[in-house]
DNA sequence: CCGACATACGTGAAATGGTTACATAAGTGA
DNA sequence: TCACTTATGTAACCATTTCACGTATGTCGG
């Protein structure tokens, strides 16, 4: 069950403090017995524990409820403002940063245009000052960030350096993570933006309650992230789920075929009115998603495939001939479901990477 | 890094006599003092658990060794005679059973044709004979068989039932789990053939090094098997690595067209002579394989792929025209192996499933 | 306002498990 | 036989947790 190294005493008290902590942040406040209970610790033990988190900055005691039968408990509450992370999303021609504290509560947006076309460095440039901008917006002191997670379009490999980007110029070999760790001073990570945009679904969105996720991005390119056991399933060079560039799936160019002529919103609205050429091309754009999909789903025969990106939000008009296709292709079908979030899912999921960075190095989680 | 439960002082022995188990598990026979050394405990510790695992039978002293210098130390074993487990392929025409000690050495094995045409009652029966032969024929008393693990073609869900089967008449619907239990009296698993035949290769085959491996295995269908992490990677429903049926894979009907006139091995070997047809018809059969891998390596990005089952032994003959197919592929393309073992594979990936199934159940590692 | 009740807090004793330090035992080699 | 080397045995001590029990501090009903 556990890897865990042997140890003396303090081992014990290591644990002890992790699990309170977790409980804790899960609660938001709770009283020692509360804790105890939860835990299966006893109250004393918790309360040394809740001492030495004290003193380390991550729970402080706050009023105790009124109104209770008994003498009124001593409360405590995880102090989620003890430090930050900031998640940006680095796209083609926006960019999207979040501030979250410790509790994972998104406390700032901020939104930038950047040119299609923009240099790299232009682009690195705006996503710098969109961090920048949303935490001081914030009022948040820069040297409270404690990480950044950044997720871009293309491979990420797993120092965080874009090995491969298609469709950003000069994208390709920037070291995403090392520059953006200069932002804040802080450590940094990169990830491709379908794996990031499948984090955040499986965190507070439509995956919550799956473990194994396949989620396809539609945009102007096709992308999709894989999520094992609802952790980041990134691959060896960061390439995880990038089937769409295998010829016989066809994801190149199928979002250029939907909007022949007109936009992609037309073209599902018409669907929707029933236009015949509309529902054809769709349905046409849905089977050539539900290949790579089923291509990606019988690899991983994953729990749920979420849709997500742009079309996403169109619901059963793609959804359902979607489901129809991969129902014919797949030996184990998977649920399908839409996306929850719209162009925040990215910044989202960064946030979440960031924020279990954190955990893991710094909380000892 | 933990998912632990808080726990008292009890926990920290677990944790420890979990290690110092691990670490004589490993080493075979050693001191107290190196014990001590590797798992970073005193040696009181070190002591103390070993007279608690002594007591529990997993454990025994063995004579010190001579010519040391200074005063002898005290040597312990592991008793990997404590139990054993069973692990067997059920195959279309064979069944390999393979039986093995705690330390996962492989003491005896046995082998039975079955007709492919036999029903599902006769080829259990024939799977059942050849585990109970291979028990009895060993010496080993029925009832220290510990765990059974059954592997064999077509998807086996996470219940241990074949839950869908090609190939094998009569065989989808079958609780192979629940049946192998019985021939026991012990917990049994089932799983799906070129899984474990991947868990084999990481075991101690040509994956050992690799965390993240497909298992790509040739035979008279084309499957795959998945490894995320070093662990089996079944998906939901046991489907993961179905791409065969994916049509435009085209690995339905890989086999045949290889076999059209000749043996396999006449074609292979006139390939190898340098005959252009044969050349062709084995870097036909290398793309189509290349094409339903490269769909997986592309999904999963593992760190290495794995060529197993009967074509395999043949060597660079198809590993170079697969490796040559699939680097035009993929993205990021993975390392090409051959897989180390025979026909003996799964059987052995069986046996490693059952060992795993003990080590996390019983001695609770 | 007061007593009954409920609940939390505080303290000390005891158990478990682990470590260090040092004396002692049991071999080898000249 | 004696020096040397290495392992063992024992005792003192430390860290962490739990349990038991008395005390503090609120609410509620009269």
């Known amino acids: 069950m556990t890897e865990l190294r042997p140890g003396d005493a303090s081992l014990l008290r290591k644990v002890n403090t992790q699990a309170t902590l977790r409980a804790l942040r899960r609660e938001g406040v709770a009283t020692l017995t509360q804790l105890g209970r939860i835990t299966g610790l006893s109250r004393q033990t918790v309360e040394a524990v809740l ?13 105790p409820d009124e109104g209770a039968m008994g003498r009124p408990a001593r409360r405590f509450g995880f102090r989620a403002d003890a430090g930050h992370v900031v998640g940006v999303e680095v796209g083609g021609d926006t960019i999207v940063a979040a501030l979250a504290d410790l ?3 998104v406390i700032a947006w901020e939104r930038a245009e950047v040119d299609a076309d923009a240099a790299a460095h232009e682009r690195l440039d705006a996503a710098r000052r969109a961090c920048l901008a949303c935490v001081d917006g914030a009022g948040i002191a820069r040297t409270r960030v404690w990480a950044v997670a950044a997720g871009t379009s293309g491979i990420v490999d797993r120092t965080g350096r874009v090995s491969l980007s298609i469709t950003l110029p000069g994208w390709t070999g920037v070291d995403l993570a090392g520059l953006a760790g200069r932002w804040f001073g802080c450590t940094a990570l990169a990830a491709n933006d379908a794996n990031l945009a499948a984090l955040a679904e499986h965190w507070r969105g439509s995956a919550r309650h799956a473990s194994d996720v396949v989620y396809v ?3 102007r390119r096709v992308g999709a992230g894989i999520l094992i056991g609802g952790r980041l399933h ?6 995880a789920g990038e089937i769409g560039t295998l010829r016989q799936v066809g994801w190149e160019d199928a979002a250029r075929e939907l909007v022949k002529d007109a936009s992609a919103a037309e073209v599902f609205e018409a669907a929707l009115r029933g236009d015949r050429d509309a529902r054809r091309r769709v349905d046409r754009y849905a089977e050539t998603l539900a290949i790579g999909a089923s291509a990606l789903a019988l690899a991983v025969d994953p729990d749920l495939l979420v849709l997500g990106g742009g079309h996403a939000r169109v619901g059963d008009v793609l959804l359902e001939p979607v489901r129809r296709h991969l129902a014919e292709l797949c030996v184990s079908v998977p649920e399908v479901v839409a996306s929850t979030f719209g162009d925040e899912g990215v910044a989202l999921g960064a946030v979440r990477l960031a924020l279990s960075h954190v955990e893991q190095e710094i909380l000892g989680l």
Chains 1, 2 share one sequence.
């Open 234 to 239: 990134p691959g060896r060079a960061g390439a």
């Open 103 to 105: 509790g994972g509560e």
């Open 51 to 63: 001492d030495e988190l004290g003193e380390r900055g991550y729970v402080k005691e706050v009023p």
């Open 217 to 219: 991005m539609m945009g």
